[in-house]
């Protein structure tokens, strides 16, 4: 089992930054890949980032260039940093644990309670 606690969200003016922290328990988080979803109002939930236990990342290409997912593993925790942020970043941000193979995550359910963020014009 895997326990995910996020944190960071808040309100920023568009073009400003915020850095999301996930805290995970559970001794195997080192071995996971972990991923950030988000979900705006009305939309359905999408895959913002994600990275492997060795380190390699992904991301979408609406946040490429913006964000960075970076990892912990002495301390179990996976960061999200959001730079140049738009009103459309807009969401509710979920932590989550994963399986990646080649360059396709699958989230596994366990999940965050989740970060608002929202970014004013």
């Known amino acids: 089992q895997v326990q995910l606690v996020e944190s960071g969200g808040g309100l920023v003016q568009s073009g400003g930054s915020l850095r999301l922290s996930c805290a995970a328990s559970?001794?195997?988080?080192?071995?996971?890949?972990m991923g950030w979803y988000r979900r705006a109002p009305g939309k359905q939930r999408e895959l913002v980032a994600d990275i492997t236990s060795a380190g390699s990342t992904n991301y979408a290409d609406v946040v490429k260039g913006r964000f960075t997912i970076s990892r912990d593993n002495a301390k179990n925790t996976v960061y999200l940093q959001m730079n140049s942020l738009k009103p459309e970043d807009t969401a509710v941000y979920y932590c989550?644990?994963?399986?990646?193979?080649?360059?396709?995550?699958?989230?596994?359910?366990?999940w965050g309670q989740g970060t608002q963020v929202t970014v004013s014009s």
């Open positions: 989550n644990a994963g399986i990646r193979r080649g360059s396709d995550y699958s989230p596994l359910p366990f």
């Open positions: 559970g001794s195997i988080f080192s071995s996971r890949a």
